[in-house]
């Protein structure tokens, strides 16, 4: 089964940048999803941005135009570049992955997603 492995995460400065990266394996399907979620100790998990094999992205309103997703094909690897990074950025960072495509809307649920990496944390102060 697909399995998937974040790295990336620190602690950084607020306003700083991050990149976190997450190697997505055993993968073959042609039709899927992929998303970034965050979470925080004793809060729910919270998707933050996704992207459809066919290019749809989705971006949670509090991380627009700070962060951006992407996928490299070639090497199987999903991207976070995150900027202007705020302690409320603070958290785990979960990749995920859906043998389907789906809306924007549906791209932040994690109701939908089958496959999850370990997590990285993040820790902006």
């Known amino acids: 089964h697909v399995q998937l492995v974040e790295s990336g995460g620190g602690s950084v400065q607020a306003g700083g940048s991050l990149a976190l990266s997450c190697a997505v394996s055993d993968h073959s399907f042609t039709t899927y999803c992929l998303a970034w979620f965050r979470q925080d100790p004793g809060k729910e998990r919270e998707g933050v941005a996704g992207?459809?094999?066919?290019?749809?992205?989705a971006y949670a309103a509090s991380v627009k135009d700070r962060f951006t997703i992407s996928y490299d094909k070639t090497k199987n690897i999903l991207y976070l570049s995150i900027s202007s990074l705020q302690p409320s950025d603070t958290g785990m960072y979960y990749c995920a992955y859906a043998s389907l495509t789906m809306s924007p809307r549906s791209q932040l649920v994690s109701y939908w997603y089958t496959y999850w990496g370990q997590g990285t944390q993040v820790t902006v102060s």
């Open positions: 992207l459809t094999s066919d290019g749809r992205t």
